[in-house]
């Protein structure tokens, strides 16, 4: 390794200092002090420097990212078990609990305990040694779990090391919840809705699912949040209590509970639980009930643990959002990519302040495992800001009258036939003309990255498809300036521009136009595979799967979304229409297959008159490989000999250069 000058060294290390200690403004205080842009300049010169001279710190934030893919979870050992609680679901179970811990420590005197929120996400235990993290696993069974630590380094909440502490300990252990907020977990299951995966069915599955990943890059697009409450192993610090504890991690810059205070006694407790469960509503994260445990920490080694539990907490459990109501019907909404979502049809019900009379189903999977029938009692959760949905079924309120419902084979909205992709949940409606769709794919066709039409965005489809001006893509065509004038916004001159923009569009490349035609699993970047490999639009139609996945990249899901869009009667039509009316698809990305190249390496002199000009016939040598030189030599392998040749001949005959005609270097070119 290169010998680094000390200032460098020094330079790296104040640049890592520095990037922690914003990544903490920002990502656990919320409240940076830096711009953006300030960070990313540091983090590139870190990166820079880092590259240049391989001085790499373990709590270096270019640490957060970057490893590759796992086969399997390795195993980690807790030091200390990770354990359980005990629920209580009622005040009155709260005070049971309070009145076994004064039986077993024999007193009278108030406990005092703290109050903090039950976050609903992943147990972990991250691992320090000299105030380094160098480990993180889950739970597992409280003694062995998995090993998580490169998917836990990209949760920037939680800090590479141990600082802001007069000391640092030797090694700690230190446990919390990952968890998502309901926001990043409604978007990452909208676009897994539109891509036709299954979607999560709460926050705490998505979180769990995204740090269970063996792609830690898949990991860190999610983003995930963390709440220290706990510890397991440690040495070289003395804490005294959970409260101070807390204390400890805030000042280690350790993300904390939202909420911490102490109780002195069940009354106080009840207070506390009160009024966690009014402030919990603003979270942007779902809780699930509150932790009360017991403050000293001497007491709670007095008190000890049963097999799963310790007998100085227990879990307070907040009555969920839940109601009871009938489901009338169950029907289908179509997405605009074509998603078919059953929708729950309710007898209406009041939950948490809320009427509710809808609720989605998520897919019919979902309903055949959850043994859902038409006429059902079921129960509905309304969670935190959750679309409510439906847990079960109440059985023992069926009458036999409930039928069983019968997912669609039609569109409920054109009517078409639904396809189902073998291994997928989703059921789609792949019509391109079917109406739900349309406005939708008519944007995603117009856009910057598809189509361009200039002047043609969201607001203008919008209004073009209210008025019937447009019913899909191919009516945009069709569209002349008076229809234009009369609509609101639409002066003469805004009118002809956006006419004179939709003429324009019609010459556009291969790969652009495919991206346009917004076929499900195609991006920009499978579209431009496929102009690679196809040189015009018709090679796609009736293309098999079979030839797609060949291209590398193109993975058998995409494949079949492809064929499917290809081999339906109804899209081909659709693109021929548009070629009638002038669109001129041009494909620069076409990839030639790699020709036979006959006369590869060898060198050509040509003399005389040919019956081709002399840079046709050069052409030709070139395109089969050859090269040609304007002077005969040793190197020279043929000399192509016309109609008056000059000295060149000569020369090759004096140097036995072999001679051919034109004819003759033709067959040469077709023969081998
Ligand atoms: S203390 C020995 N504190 O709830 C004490 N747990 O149902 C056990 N949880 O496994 C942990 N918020 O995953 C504690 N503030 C909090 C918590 C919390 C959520 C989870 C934790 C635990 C589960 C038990």
Redesign the pocket.
Known sequence: MKEIPEEIKKEIEKLVKELNYHNYRYYVLDSPVISDEEYDMMLRRLKELEEQWGYILPDSPTQRVGASPSEKFEKVEHREP????D?AFSIEELREFDARIKRLLGTNESIEYTV????????VELSYKNGVFFKAGT?GDGYVGEDITQNIKTIKAIPLRIEGVDKVPDEIDI???VYMNIDEFERINKERQERGEPVFANPRNAASGSVRQLDPSITARRKLHM?C??IGYYSGIEIKSQFDFIEWLRKARFPI?AYIKIARGVDEVINAIKELERIRQTYPFE?????V?VNDFELQKRLG?KTR??R??I?YKYPAHQGITRLINILSSVGRTGVITPVAILEPVRIGGVTVSKSTLHNWDEIKRKNIKIGDYVIVERAGEVIPHIIGVVIDRRTGNETEPEAPAHCPICGAKIVREPGEVALKCINLNCPAQVEERIKHFASRRAMNIEGLGDKTVSLLHERGLIKNFVDIYKLKQDHLRDLPGFAELSSKKLIEAIERSKRTTLARFIYALGISQVGEYAAKLLAEHFRTIEDLYHVKMEQLIKIPQIGEKTARAIEQFFNNEENLEAIDELKRMGLTVENPDYQEKEKPLPIKGLTFVITGTLPRPRHEVQEIIEQAGGRVSSSVSRNTDYLVVGEDPGSKLTKAQELGVKTVSFEELLKLIRQD
């Open positions: 990770m354990l359980s609680l629920n903090e929120p039950k976050y609903d996400g992943l147990a739970r446990r919390g919840e709440a409450y706990g509970p809780t699930d009930g509150a932790v445990k643990t539990e310790p100085w907490a879990a």
